[in-house]
């Protein structure tokens, strides 16, 4: 018997629309979807390597209980209700001795259950919630909700007359509901784009101008394009009469980047900036791409402010062919489902790196060095237990070693993932999570949203949301959870008048688009203004115009660290599907064809990458590349052998063994990935 289904794949953070061939119970194929407005037939790499993640042989199955030390890798299967039993019995416990905020709740990235994890803790009562916000989209969040209230997506459906990818790479990961395909329609149908990025990327070789600029000085670039555009009179007058605050206190303040002091500290041409600059700036529309590259250094937050004011002071908020603010649809979703408005005043007050990262506080999440401080020194109070739904923690984030005595001390983990990761082999109960085919959804996304069906099931493997709520009935959660996933999902739904089974049938329903909302409603600020001068950051202790705190100024030896997503993984994901990995068999180093000479290494040899703070380091292979500067080396991310033992597997070529927790990001404690000063050694064994 063969069926055929429509869903969105979740293999990255794209939400392409896909056809999927069921044969006897079993899926027999996945293509894209032709009739997705979004994807339009475009299906990538990962995509297609869906179905053999699904049917993967090293998938857990059954929920396991450790026996033997952490990281042994021993366990012993156990069925689901003494897993859950022990899990709720753990968190009660601990509740009643050292209060909720004794349990911190986890997560990797969003896999449209986010709201979930929220939502759980939430209702339990803690306010430690722990994820890669800080690193990801969340700066770009508060960054523009500082600024003008809401949050944009770049409107590729109006083909921009001028794109800038910053910090963005969409041939590699679509991310947000903004996929690759739409920015590269927009280039064949007339668009300019300019890409912004340390690398030579396949999207900067499709670019008119490839700005190539020094890690972590983004900010620098934006604040001296922002000088040349007030300069020249290239900004919009009547948006910045009318609707702007602090135009006056930006021009004296920008006037210091001049365009030789830019292009000393970001290593970018005068006339290139000059060329992109203008070319923005007098396109009738223009649109910003922004990625993780630009979140993930100590000027993260200000760099996003910046390229934001850019936009504003041009004309391009909320502006066919721009920045366009989202409309979110009307269900029970991001905003309203998570409950923030359960946790008592009392108990947010106790988020864990409040005090130190206001703005990060803000959105409900915590900074990953707080909590392993928490559980290490029992400062501000003790941290006993981590749930961690879908994060292979000791991959993800920065000082992997900090991370790993963690985990090591404190009293009580649960890992719920596809596959025994290193986390995972640290985790006293381990509970087997399904892929996005085994799993109903509602895709929730800036332009659409859409049902994501569960086609498929693997033994006794359980969504995250299933999980959660059986977690939340053991724990007398119940009133606020569901005896189904069905059941919430018809929750969620009922505002725009459909539940779950019609909502399938439908499969995709667009948001309106509305333009220029801010010309009758104002912007959803306190004052109703674009703020480019910011009062309330101000008040906070922050800067009110968008600062640079220099990166790596000056340097005598070694070079500066950068890194991005591959097409062939997403984050530490993949590593083990055979057909992505063969693409991508080694953690790879990019070095310029000068440093490697300089250096004495050759193409394909092992190198060891270290810092003067760790001597170790880790075991990279050599790519030689003029696609890079000198003076910088480009990394693969996040890398782990789920082929080798615990001890290695994790350590040996995972570039956070060497990041730290410093420098980071004062508004959002962003770590500063792409910056760090990075030394280079041949290593002994080539092998």
């Known amino acids: 018997m063969v069926s055929i289904f429509k869903s969105i794949c979740r293999m990255c953070h794209g939400g392409c629309g896909v056809v999927i061939t069921l044969k006897n119970g079993r899926v027999q194929s996945i293509i ?13 790499l990962k995509g297609k390597a869906s179905i053999e993640l699904l049917y993967h042989p090293d998938r857990l199955k059954y929920p396991m209980k450790r026996v033997g030390k952490r990281g042994g890798g021993q366990f012993k299967t156990i069925d689901w209700d003494e897993a859950i039993c022990i899990v709720a019995e753990n968190c009660i416990s601990y509740r009643g001795e050292y209060g909720a905020e004794s349990m911190v709740m986890c997560q990797g990235t969003d896999r449209n259950y986010q709201e979930w994890i929220f939502r759980f803790a939430n209702t339990f009562g803690t306010p430690n919630v722990l994820g890669p916000a800080h690193i990801c989209f969340y700066p770009r969040l508060m960054a523009s909700i500082f600024t003008f209230g809401e949050f944009t997506f770049p409107d590729f459906e109006s083909v921009p007359e001028c794109i800038v990818a910053w910090g963005s790479n969409k041939m590699n990961g679509s991310s947000d509901g903004v996929v690759g395909i739409r920015l590269l329609e927009a280039v064949e149908n007339g668009s300019q784009l300019v890409v912004i990025d340390p690398k030579r990327t396949r999207l900067a070789e499709k670019a008119k101008y490839w700005l190539q600029i020094k890690p972590g000085t983004d900010v620098v670039l934006a604040l001296g394009m922002i000088n040349m555009i007030i300069q020249n009179e290239w900004f919009d007058k009547d948006f910045v009469n009318d609707y702007t605050v602090g135009f006056d206190e930006l021009r004296e303040y920008a006037s210091e980047y001049s ?15 000059e060329k992109v600059t203008h070319m923005y700036a007098r396109a009738n529309s223009a649109a910003f791409d922004l990625g993780t590259g630009v979140t993930q250094n100590k000027n993260s937050f200000d760099t996003i402010r910046s390229v934001y004011i850019i936009s504003g002071i041009c004309g391009n908020i909320d502006e066919p062919g721009g920045d366009i603010i989202w409309q979110p649809s009307n269900i029970i979703g991001r905003r309203k489902f998570p409950l923030t408005e359960h946790l008592s005043e009392k108990q947010a007050s106790k988020r864990l790196g409040s005090d130190k990262y206001k703005i990060l506080a ?47 001390q404190v009293d009580f983990s649960l890992v719920t993932d596809l596959f025994l990761t290193p986390t995972a082999q640290m985790a006293d109960i381990v509970l087997p999570a399904s892929s996005w085919l085994e799993r109903d959804q509602i895709v929730e996304f800036n332009s659409f949203i859409a049902a994501r069906r569960k086609i498929a099931q693997v033994d006794d493997c ?13 724990m007398g959660l119940g009133e606020y959870f569901w005896n189904s996933v069905e059941d919430a999902l018809d929750f969620k739904l009922k505002p725009i008048g459909y539940n779950w089974k019609q909502f399938v049938e439908k499969s995709y329903i667009a948001n309106d688009l509305e333009y220029s909302k801010y010309r009758t409603k104002g912007f959803k600020t306190k ?20 600062q640079y705190i220099p990166i790596n100024e000056v340097y005598s030896s070694g070079y500066i660290l950068s890194s991005g997503h591959l097409p062939f993984s997403f984050n530490s994901e993949f590593r083990n599907v055979d057909s992505l990995r063969n693409k991508e068999p080694f953690p790879y180093i990019y070095i310029h064809p000068l440093s490697a000479e300089k250096e004495g290494i050759r193409d394909g040899e092992w190198v060891i990458v270290y810092t003067d703070q760790n001597y170790d380091g880790v075991r990279l292979l050599v790519k030689i590349s003029d696609n890079i500067d000198p003076r910088v080396i480009y990394i693969t991310a996040a890398w782990w052998y789920p082929e080798l033992e615990f001890s290695e597997a994790w350590t040996k070529s995972n570039i956070n063994m060497i990041t730290t927790d410093e420098c980071a ?3 959002m404690g962003a770590s500063n990935l792409r910056g ?3 030394k280079i050694r041949k290593e002994k064994c080539q092998v």
């Open 32 to 44: 894209g979807d032709k009739d997705n407005p979004n994807s339009k037939g475009f299906i990538c």
């Open 665 to 667: 990001d004062l508004q």
């Open 362 to 408: 803000m959105t409900g999440w915590v900074p990953p060095e707080a909590v392993w401080d928490a559980i290490l020194t029992k400062k501000p109070y003790p941290v006993k237990g981590i749930l961690i739904f879908g994060s292979n923690l000791l991959t993800n984030y920065a000082n992997s070693k900090s991370i790993y005595k963690a985990l090591q």
């Open 462 to 474: 359980k969504s995250d949301e299933e999980i959660i709520n059986l977690l939340a009935a053991k």
């Open 259 to 273: 365009l030789e002091k830019v292009s000393n500290i970001t290593w970018v041409p005068p006339d290139l900036i």
């Open 527 to 546: 004052n109703n203004k674009f703020n480019i001068y910011n009062e309330g950051l101000k008040r906070m202790g922050y800067p009110p115009l968008p």
């Open 676 to 678: 760090i000063i990075c």
